[in-house]
């Protein structure tokens, strides 16, 4: 059997199998069980995204291999793509335009910010974040202006940009999932919260802004209005 058939490959954005496009799926099957059970440690328990590259395969064999990984693994995974399905790695999902009753969610989301500000510590920089500057705070983050592509902004608590977020935000990096990410301009090149992973699409847009959250495991974008 070929041990090339199945290859792992580690991203910062998560894990690609590669699936050589002349192997028999039958044997793909096989050589990836066998596989993850040899590389047990190289799947770190935490969740994380797959994508499959090479072999195109259907959705019910992508289902298949992924329980494969879960049964051998003490991998979570959260989602997974085809890379046929898209060129991002992963996307969020966009929920719909708020009803008339959500209308006050900004005011919402900025008081209770200011509730969790005074229990937690929160940091405020006013200013433009350049490229390969990064602000790490064990606390909640404030940026009255602009993170630059290559900025970097990582909390333990939530993020706010009163500007436009192109770089890295990671908010709830100790593990929360109630933490989120707001932004006047939603364009990050990677979006973390606790341990879930999004990259937003490359193409522009108008200025909306929105904030992301975690809700069913998986990253919610919706607009503040």
Do not use: W
């Not at 039958?26 to 993850?36: G, S, V």
């Not at 090479?54 to 049964?71: F, H, V, Y």
């Not at 847009?205 to 919610?220: D, R, V």
């Amino acid at each position: 059997m070929n041990d090339n058939a199945v290859i792992f490959k580690g991203t910062k954005n998560g894990i690609i199998v590669v699936l050589d496009e002349n192997t028999p799926y039958e044997d793909l099957k096989q050589t990836l069980a066998e596989k993850t059970i040899e590389a047990k440690d190289f799947f770190r328990d935490a969740k994380t995204a797959v994508k499959f590259r090479g072999a195109n395969i259907t959705d019910s064999q992508e289902q298949e291999l992924i329980d494969i990984i879960n049964k051998n693994t003490d991998l979570s995974i959260s989602f997974f793509v085809n890379e046929a399905d898209s060129p991002e790695f992963t996307k969020p999902k966009f929920a719909p335009k708020p009803q008339e009753e959500d209308e006050g969610k900004l005011n919402q989301l900025i008081s209770e910010a200011l509730v969790t500000a005074k229990k937690n510590l929160t940091t405020f920089h006013k200013g433009s974040v350049r490229s390969g500057q990064a602000i790490r705070f064990p606390g909640s983050i404030v940026v009255i202006g602009d993170v630059n592509p290559g900025g970097e902004l990582i909390a333990e608590g939530n993020i706010i940009v009163l500007g436009m977020l192109k770089g890295l935000a990671h908010a709830g990096c100790g593990g929360s999932h109630e933490c989120f990410v707001a932004a006047l301009n939603m364009r990050p090149t990677q979006l973390r919260i606790a341990e879930l992973i999004a990259c937003f699409p490359e193409e522009e847009g108008g200025i909306i802004p929105q904030y992301a959250y975690i809700k069913e495991n998986q990253i919610y974008v919706e607009p503040l209005i």
